[in-house]
């Protein structure tokens, strides 16, 4: 025997918030080139820009975000030449994009899985090479 009232037929959530967003990761693009401009010299960095820039969030984006992306950018370069100190600041940059599971509970998006698209990776990204010498030079420095 249950305790209470029994619930409606028809019952619904009350508390969703007005300002909840629902993403499709299978509706990304292939995102902005990155600026030649910047003097991106680390292959983490394009990495970084290349994520961001076919996310799901940056569907979304109006021009202040890229230009947010592009200075974030250049610090995530600075940070893969050896300046640690600004990890910090990237952490919370990306953040407010949503850049974790955590970060997209608290801003209250939700990306939802396509099960159309394939699988793998693509045959364009990076070899992995790259970011690993660049990343074993920076910690043995």
């Not at 893969?80 to 952490?91: C, M």
């Not at 693509?122 to 070899?127: D, L, R």
Request: proline fraction near 4%; avoid cysteine.
């Amino acid at each position: 025997m249950t305790r209470g009232p029994q619930p409606k037929e028809n019952a619904q959530r009350r508390n969703k918030h007005e300002h909840a967003q629902t993403l499709s990761s299978g509706s990304t693009a292939e995102g902005r080139a990155i600026p030649p401009g910047l003097g991106i010299k680390t292959a983490g960095a394009r990495r970084f820009w290349r994520t961001w820039a076919t996310s799901p969030q940056a569907g979304k984006w109006i021009e202040t975000d890229w230009a947010e992306l592009e200075i974030t950018t250049k610090l995530v370069d600075t940070f893969y030449q050896g300046d640690t100190k600004v990890a910090g600041e990237i952490r919370q940059r990306t953040a407010k994009w949503g850049g974790t599971v955590e970060d997209r509970a608290r801003l209250r998006m939700s990306v939802e899985d396509d099960q159309d698209e394939g699988q793998g990776e693509s045959a364009e990204s990076s070899p992995t090479t790259d970011l690993d010498e660049e990343l074993y030079r920076l910690l043995n420095d």
